[in-house]
């Protein structure tokens, strides 16, 4: 059993978990989710920080039971001899767990792990929960005498885990800040969510098909800066992109140019309006995926008139897309869309879309029933996530 601590915005996360592992996800509380595998890649998930494999299970246990377990676990491990310097971390979620508490489990590792003729290394505690960052970058998880103790609490159970790894930040920082063409102007889409968007899509996929996809084929009709492209290249897919702009295409060329150290894939991105283009190999696709038109910045919540205007745009533009594009898809092709929805942060409520709501006279169903918003704090324009899939073709009508 392997437990994921989810991202910032945990509801995508779930959904991205629950997509690559159809039937096998539980939540556990507001920010973790259980998965009843036995191995997991963290590296493959954008919406989950760390992952851990599952150790103890314990109910209406207290702190005195808790710290037993951990002191004398990993005090008899600092003594091994197939292990150098054992280095321990350790993070509390959902509990009463003080820092102070933590420190003190650290020190008793230490002094009874000394006294049997071992060393440790602890990571000090600021907070009872060790940021990803230090995870990541003490490299807890990725090697036998590096862990992260998780102990994560919901209703009477307590789990104690075992870390396999938290979030590459550093490689998901440098493939977005790094490559060679960026542009603020047209929006840059975060690669966690692309990968997300992409798992989502791909999973959607899978299941469809009752089959595993190694080289699955994906097109982004909006490629923007090829960011999508970008995650899908590094998970094995089959890429194709397209975008009205031709700045755009030759931005997204560059950007994936540069990844693949390869012009191999230049004819594939092209230039095109997506609710008009016609993709010749579209039949063949077995995922869509992209953010479409977002509509303009907004830095504070606009008027009423202003954002009915930019509403009908949007909706416009988007619902012409998935026109133009469904009849060229097939039924198994399974498509994640962003979409643009608007915050009004006085009265914390969200303005979404038309086009949700008569999504089926599209011709799609629409699998995420509640919002997948995706946003930063003081974000006007948030991203509402859509995980589409064609209706038989007798039951919908433009």
């Known amino acids: 059993m392997i437990l994921c601590i989810l991202g910032r915005q945990p509801e995508l996360g779930l959904t991205e978990l629950e997509s690559l592992y159809p039937g096998k996800v539980t939540r556990f509380g507001s920010e973790a989710a259980l998965v009843n595998i036995d191995h997991l890649d963290i590296q493959n ?17 207290k702190i005195s039971e808790i710290s037993h377990k951990i002191i004398d676990s990993y005090s008899k491990r600092a003594i091994r001899k197939d292990l150098s310097k054992l280095t321990i971390g350790i993070s509390a979620y959902n509990t009463n767990i003080k820092t102070t508490q933590i420190k003190k489990i650290d020190a008793a590792i230490k002094f009874n792990a000394k006294k049997l003729g071992g060393t440790v290394r602890i990571i000090p505690n600021n907070d009872p929960v060790l940021n990803t960052a230090t ?38 920082a440098k493939r977005d800040q790094t ?46 800066t ?46 095109g309006d997506a609710t008009i283009h016609t993709w010749n190999y579209a039949n063949e696709l077995n995922a869509v995926i992209c953010e ?38 097939n039924q198994k092709t399974a498509l994640c869309i962003a979409i643009p929805a608007w915050r009004d942060t006085e009265f914390n409520t969200i303005h979404r ?46």
């Open 45 to 61: 998930l954008g919406g989950s920080q760390k992952a851990a494999r599952v150790v103890y299970n314990l109910y209406n246990a």
């Open 135 to 172: 995870s990541h970058h003490n490299k807890l998880g990725l090697r036998e005498n590096k862990k992260e103790i998780i102990i994560i609490q919901h209703n009477s159970r307590t789990i104690i885990a075992e870390s396999i790894g938290a979030q590459n930040i550093t490689a998901l």
């Open 179 to 224: 490559r060679p063409k960026r542009d603020a102007f047209v929006g840059m889409l975060p690669p966690k969510l692309a990968l997300m968007m992409y798992n989502m899509a791909i999973g959607k996929s899978q299941s469809i098909l009752n089959k595993k996809l190694n080289q699955p084929a994906i097109l982004d009709p909006f490629c923007g």
């Open 226 to 271: 090829g960011v999508i492209l970008q995650e899908a290249y590094l998970r094995g897919a089959k890429i194709y992109g397209t975008d009205l702009n031709p700045k755009m295409v030759n931005y997204t060329q560059q950007n994936i140019a540069w990844l693949t150290k390869s012009q191999a894939y230049k004819l594939h991105i092209q230039q």
């Open 292 to 329: 479409t038109y977002l509509g303009q910045p907004f830095n504070s919540t606009p008027n009423p008139t202003k954002l009915e205007q930019v509403k009908g745009n949007c909706n416009n533009i988007i619902s012409n897309f998935l026109k133009n594009i469904h009849p060229q898809i």
């Open 353 to 398: 879309l038309p086009l949700i709501k008569y999504i089926d006279k599209l011709g799609y169903n629409l699998h995420n029933k509640n919002p997948l918003l995706y946003f930063r704090e003081n974000q006007i324009v948030a991203r509402d996530i859509l995980i589409l899939t064609k209706l038989n073709p007798d039951k919908h009508k433009y």
